[in-house]
């Protein structure tokens, strides 16, 4: 089946600092990846949706400047959390898109972001 | 549509027993639907999903129920086991590439 492959799984930093999550799609290539982020016991948000080779497309209200996404080939897509502070701690996941393959929405294993 | 869980539903099964986790959905234009399960600290796992032209769809042990009148999607899980303890998301699409989570469900297996 289709795997993505996210890392690190948890990463501790301080505040102020950036902060590079990496999400490769392993069998398969993505056009499109999307990055959510989930706070404790709450849902998954969509973040943005990351395109090969374009901009990432935003949803509202969430900072491009801040949360920085790269996907420069078919099957890596980065997302660099900048300046970051205590109030982006959370859990950082990312998707592919496999609905072809019969699988749906395939998603990496998370990133735990601690700010400190 | 969109949502934001600020409680996580609960539901506790004994073993063995079955389950149902609903879930309800406020876009009519959405086409297609899946469940995940979540354990903690992992990202969502595929479960099973289903098209709009469905309102039934089995796998192993799971089933989908889906009600396009009411826009109401239920998983049913049969002969539980201690493993399916999890946190359990509803999931949709309307036709564009952007997947909108529901809130969840926790499911606790009572040995």
């Known amino acids: 089946g289709a795997v993505v492959s996210q890392h690190p799984s948890w990463v501790i930093c301080k505040s102020g600092t950036s902060v590079k999550i990496e999400c490769r799609s392993l ?3 993505a056009t499109t990846m999307f990055w ?3 706070f404790p016991k709450q849902s998954l948000m969509l973040m943005a949706t990351s395109n090969e080779g374009s901009k990432a497309t935003y949803e509202q209200g969430v900072e491009k400047d801040k949360f920085l996404i790269n996907h420069a080939s078919l099957t890596l897509s ?3 959390v900048t300046s970051a502070h205590p109030e982006d701690s959370s859990f950082y996941i990312c998707s592919a898109d496999t609905r072809q393959g019969n699988y749906g929405y395939t998603f990496g294993s998370g990133t735990r972001l601690t700010v400190v | 549509g969109e949502s934001v869980g600020l409680h996580l539903p609960t539901l506790s099964v004994q073993e063995g027993d079955n389950s149902i986790i609903n879930c309800a959905y406020s876009n009519s234009a959405s086409d297609y ?3 995940y399960k ?3 600290g992992k990202g969502p796992q595929f479960i099973i999903d289903i098209r709009s032209n469905m309102d039934k769809r089995q ?3 799971v089933t989908v129920l889906l009600n396009k009148t009411v826009k109401h999607l239920s998983l049913q899980i049969a002969a539980t086991q201690p493993g399916d303890s999890a946190v359990y998301f509803c ?3 309307n036709g564009n590439e952007k997947l909108t989570f529901g809130t969840g469900t ?3 297996i009572i040995p």
Request: charged content about 25%; proline content about 0%.
């Open chain 2, 106 to 108: 926790r499911l606790t």
């Open chain 1, 78 to 80: 980065t997302l660099t």
């Open chain 1, 36 to 38: 959510y982020r989930q």
């Open chain 1, 27 to 29: 069998d398969f290539q």
């Open chain 2, 91 to 93: 999931a949709e699409n």
């Open chain 2, 38 to 40: 979540q354990e903690s």
């Open chain 2, 59 to 61: 796998g192993q042990r």
């Open chain 2, 33 to 35: 639907f899946i469940w």
